[in-house]
């Protein structure tokens, strides 16, 4: 399959790559300064613009990147999830970031699982972690949600390195067995 055609569907949502009509929602929740305060802070839709493309390049370039994740019946932009590991990143993260309309409805858990579930499948790691501001508490729910547990203060790459971060992860052996749980109830 093209990398262009993956599609993930789960009950409420489809996950797909970037396409350009998701740039208003996505320069929507970047010029949000509660949504944006632990992804690199708010900005106007030039910077967006810049952001926004990081990650059909990542997608491009290196096989990998955040998911859009999208309501399955309206086609709305809810936010992006999944796999992202930058030049000089502390490990093999799967991050996110949703619009705040979208919030507390279950979408991030939603999302999250099939998107570890397709990078264990097809980038090799054994291993998934995210990094996490020690004060981002929703953040942490998610990760804890997830089965991943906080191993201490990291440390991102330049320009990100005054950023305060706490490396939440799980090994691949650790998820396999939580799916396997969860399948087996
Ligand atoms: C973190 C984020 C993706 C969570 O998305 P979400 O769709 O609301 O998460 P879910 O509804 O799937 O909830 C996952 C778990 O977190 C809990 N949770 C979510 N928001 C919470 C909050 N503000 N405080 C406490 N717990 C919270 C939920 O109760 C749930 O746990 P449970 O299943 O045990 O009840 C969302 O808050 C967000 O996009 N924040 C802004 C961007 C950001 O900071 N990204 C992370 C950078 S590390």
Redesign the pocket.
Known sequence: MATSDIKIETERLVLRLPQWEDFDAYAE?FGDE??????GGAMGRAAAWRKFLQQPGAWLVQGFGMFSVTDKHTGEW??Q?GPWKPEGWPGNEV??????A???????????TPAIDWAFANLGWDNVI????PA???????????GSTNSGPGRLPPPLDDHP?EIWGQTRAQWMARRAEENAR
């Not at 509660?34 to 992804?39: D, E, G, K, L, W």
């Not at 979208?102 to 999250?112: D, I, L, Q, V």
């Not at 995210?130 to 501001?133: A, P, Q, R, T, V």
């Not at 981002?136 to 997830?146: F, T, Y």
């Open positions: 929740l509660q949504a944006a305060r632990f992804v809810y936010g999830l991050g996110w970031a949703f619009r705040r979208a919030w507390g409805k279950g979408y991030a858990t939603e999302a999250a995210h990094c996490i501001d981002n508490i929703a953040s942490q729910a998610l990760a804890q949600r997830l971060i």
